[in-house]
C-alpha cells in the first residue's frame, strides 16, 4: 500500500521560511521523479516543482528563486525549501510520484501578517 505523509506546514508571516518533507512508503521511490503541487482556494491544483531520481529539478516560475526541491533517497523522502514566502503561496500543498495516482493527504501553509 502506498503512503505519502506530508508535514511541515504551518502559518509563517510574509518573507519567512518553511520546509516541508514527504516521506513515502510502499513504492521504489529512488527510481521516481517527485512533485510537489499545491492548491489554494478557489483555484487548481499546480505543480510546483520536480526533482529526478538523479536530482534534477525544476520549477514553476512563479517560485524559482525562492524554492528548492531536495530529496534523500536513503530515507524515501523529498523536501521543499521555500523561502521569501508571500501571501500568494498560501495553499494545501502535496507531494506526488510522477505519473502516478497517489496523493498524500497534504500540508497546509499559509502565509499571513
Known amino acids: 500500500q502506498v503512503q505519502l505523509v506530508e508535514s511541515g506546514g504551518g502559518l509563517v508571516q510574509p518573507g519567512g521560511s518553511l520546509r516541508l518533507s514527504c516521506t513515502a512508503s510502499?513504492?521504489?521511490?529512488?527510481?521516481?521523479?517527485m512533485a510537489w503541487y499545491r492548491q489554494a482556494p478557489g483555484k487548481q491544483r499546480e505543480l510546483v516543482a520536480t526533482?529526478?531520481?538523479?536530482?534534477?529539478?525544476d520549477y514553476a516560475d512563479s517560485v524559482k528563486g525562492r524554492f528548492t526541491i531536495s530529496r534523500d533517497n536513503a530515507k524515501n523522502t523529498v523536501y521543499l525549501q521555500m523561502n521569501s514566502l508571500k501571501p500568494e503561496d498560501t495553499a494545501v500543498y502535496y507531494c506526488?510520484?510522477?505519473?502516478?495516482?497517489?496523493w498524500g493527504q497534504g500540508t497546509q501553509v499559509t502565509v499571513s501578517p
Open positions: 506526488k510520484p510522477w505519473g502516478t495516482g497517489y
Open positions: 510502499g513504492i521504489m521511490f529512488r527510481i521516481y521523479v
Open positions: 526533482i529526478t531520481s538523479g536530482g534534477s529539478t
